[in-house]
């Protein structure tokens, strides 16, 4: 997977975050940062030491995708066919009949991708590789869809993932597809016994809901993505300058500035009779910074770009533009004071607002987390009920690539359970009309709206893909910034809060826990009433409960803002975006971060003032 930041991910059990990642999420954003960088380290470490199994993309590569797409696909379904008409029927014996069952449904969904990395830091190239990889899930259902192997907590013993050979060798990829199919029909198996064995000794559940709906058989067979194309020397120099810019910063102490290109064709086939191919190319470019206060705090700023290819990246001058904004930030949030815990009104920017929505809604109205004994289920039972103010509605709708001419990550023309993305109206004028979907029904619905997503070698849930929060009652950012003092006048609090850009957050979804959120934001103004200027703090955190949170929105900005980044959860990493106007909020509360203990450095950094008046 590609690097990625910011990214939005959601922790299983208990908590989702948005945070910085390599190609897996970081737990939170509060751990001290340069534990965070150490670890990122350690990931790319990971990334270069197993640069011996990259290889250079063929230069003939394009010429063969169309009979790659033939030739894969074709062994996929051929092998699919003698494997679904086979197991479980050719037992040796009657005593081996008794214990193998047929599978009533068998998938194999392929991702064949090539990426390229480009890494500098300190203004030097790091790294500079291309990789090419195909890699098969293949998902095996015993019993039958009212009760299978993967019931309940068993859901992910389905999936079953191997890397298949890149070249197109017909018994090359059925042989693997073979062995994976055995390996995925033992793992179901054992499964399908246990779930059994506990449907008898355990208590009627809330939701009886099938474990998988019965849907439409899909064919679409799209042109394979091309082999991902860069222009790799060119590239390498303009990391590099974004790298070297941070030089003019003395008190950023660790930057990271990556390229990522990937473009990955996605290819389905099942028992039902579905054939998918579906291409989705991406370009993103992260920049990541670190400093650390005098007190202790440590402190980050975070930037990406995304298109398209590297071609829909913005202008090198804009991003030099962009990182220079950010070195210069994270110089005035060293020396601006630490916030102290505050309830009261707030603005939230359109970035922020579009993250708020993703982490306190968003999470909750995934279809899986409406069942089972452990989930908290806060919408549930408020469907056809108001659940926001009546200005608000808010869609899911992963087939629009780009709004205002930003790209959005969360886009895909099928879900990864070979189902056709759809829009989706979740909320309408504030009330609750539907779920994100997958195939696994719940007690008000039983189909899948096309929102079955997964990382490669996870069981696909109900996920989120762009999701679009509007409203019809906007203001302009000025007017906006007037009804914040005087909300804060009303409440007689000395200041508002406008939070600017946003790092992380997480959300808490299980019943055995409190229904709560937090949100780290990595900006925030304090707004006098009195007409002193803006002060900059830095410390704060953003804490709540949903439902009494969605309820204070007072009103929006005119303007919406997109934020791009990965979610993940217990179906995988994937893709996401979020987009909403600036709102502002009657009531907000927040607490301090925690407080790091560690100096900041106390050798000054190679080449600036206080090193050469030591060498002087």
Same mark, same amino acid.
């Given at each position: ?12 059990? *208990?908590?989702?975050?948005?945070s ?8 939170r ?11 990122l380290?350690v ?5 270069a ?21 033939? =030739? ?9 066919h003698r494997a &679904? ?26 991702? *064949? ?18 990789n ?11 019993? +039958? ?42 793992n179901?198996?054992? +499964? ?12 009627? %559940? ?8 019965? $849907? ?14 860069v222009?790799?020397?060119?590239w ?11 030089? $003019?910063? #003395? *008190?950023?102490?660790?930057n ?9 064709? %996605? ?9 998918? =191919?579906? #291409?989705?190319?991406r370009?993103?470019?992260?920049? !990541? ?8 705090m440590?402190? &980050?700023?975070?930037?990406? &770009? ?7 990246? #913005? ?17 005035? !949030?060293?020396?601006?004071? =630490? ?7 707030a ?8 993250? &708020?929505?993703?982490? =306190? ?25 108001p659940?926001?103010?009546?200005? !608000? ?6 087939t ?41 029904p ?23 893909? +762009?999701?679009i ?15 914040? /003092? ?28 409190p ?7 990595l ?11 803006? %002060? ?5 955190? /953003? ?20 934020? +791009?980044?990965?979610c ?18 009657? %009531? /907000?509360e ?5 407080q ?21």
């Amino acid at each position: 997977m590609a690097c990625s930041v910011p990214t939005i991910s959601f922790l299983p059990p *208990d908590s989702a975050t948005i945070s910085v990642s390599n190609d897996l999420p970081f737990q939170r954003m509060t751990k001290p940062i340069p534990a965070v960088a150490r670890w990122l380290s350690v990931r790319l470490m990971v990334c270069a030491a197993s640069a011996h199994l990259l290889i250079a993309l063929p230069s003939a590569a394009a010429a063969q995708q169309s009979s790659t797409s033939s =030739v894969l696909l074709d062994t996929m379904t051929s092998e699919l066919h003698r494997a &679904f008409t086979s197991l479980g029927r050719q037992a040796s014996g009657a005593k081996d009949a008794d214990k193998q069952l047929p599978p009533y449904f068998l998938s194999y969904s392929v991702s *064949d991708a090539s990426t390229v990395l480009i890494r500098a830091q300190y203004g030097a190239l790091a790294e500079s590789s291309s990789n090419r990889m195909r890699v098969a899930d293949v998902q095996v259902r015993l019993g +039958n869809s009212v009760l299978d192997n993967t019931h309940g907590t068993h859901r992910g013993s389905a999936v079953n993932s191997m890397q298949l050979p890149l070249t197109d060798d017909r018994e090359a990829l059925a042989r693997s597809l073979w062995l994976a199919t055995n390996i995925g029909y033992g793992n179901a198996m054992d +499964n399908y016994l246990r779930v059994k064995t506990e449907a008898q000794v355990r208590a009627r %559940e809330e939701d009886s809901s099938p474990d998988f709906s019965k $849907e439409q058989p899909q064919t679409s067979i799209a042109k394979p993505a091309p082999p991902v194309t860069v222009d790799r020397p060119a590239w390498e120099q303009h990391v590099r300058a974004l790298s070297r810019i941070f030089r $003019e910063y #003395p *008190d950023v102490y660790q930057n990271l500035v990556m390229l990522t290109a990937q473009n990955e064709t %996605e290819y389905y086939a099942s028992s039902e009779g579905s054939q998918v =191919v579906a #291409p989705h190319l991406r370009a993103r470019l992260v920049v !990541l910074a670190v400093t650390r206060a005098e007190d202790g705090m440590d402190l &980050f700023r975070a930037q990406t &770009f995304e298109a398209e290819n590297v071609d829909g990246l #913005p202008s090198q001058a804009a991003m030099e533009s962009s990182v220079r904004e950010l070195g210069k930030s994270l110089e005035q !949030l060293r020396k601006a004071p =630490v916030t102290e815990p505050f309830d009261g009104p707030a603005i939230l920017s359109g970035r922020a607002a579009a993250v &708020f929505f993703h982490e =306190v809604l968003g999470h909750r109205l995934e279809g899986q987390r409406q069942r089972g004994d452990e989930e908290g289920q806060t919408f549930t039972k408020e469907l056809n009920k108001p659940v926001l103010p009546p200005f !608000l509605s808010v869609a899911d709708d992963p087939t629009i690539n780009t709004l205002d001419k930003i790209w959005l990550s969360g886009s895909y023309a099928f879900d990864d359970e070979g189902q056709k993305a759809r829009r989706v109206e979740l909320i309408q004028d504030g009330v609750l009309k539907t779920f994100l979907m997958s195939r696994l029904p719940i007690a008000s619905f039983g189909a899948s709206n096309g929102h079955g997503r997964a990382q490669t070698g996870r069981m696909p849930t109900g996920r989120q893909g +762009n999701l679009i929060v509007t409203s019809t009652r906007t203001f302009p950012e000025a007017e906006l910034r007037k009804q914040l /003092i005087e909300e804060a006048k009303k409440q007689g609090k000395p200041f508002g809060l406008y939070f600017e850009d946003i790092s992380s957050g997480f959300a808490v979804t299980t019943r055995n826990s409190p229904q709560a959120f937090q949100v780290i934001p990595l900006v925030v103004w304090r707004v006098y009433v009195d007409g002193r200027p803006d %002060e900059l703090v830095r410390g704060v955190s /953003i804490v709540g409960t949903p439902l009494a949170a969605m309820k204070r929105i007072l009103a929006t900005g005119d303007k919406s803002e997109v934020f +791009n980044g990965e979610c993940g959860a217990e179906s995988g990493t994937i893709p996401v975006s979020a987009v909403a106007p600036a709102m502002l909020l009657s %009531e /907000i509360e927040t607490q301090r971060q925690q407080q790091g203990t560690a100096r900041p450095p106390i050798l000054p950094i190679p080449g600036s003032s206080a090193t050469a008046k030591e060498s002087q």
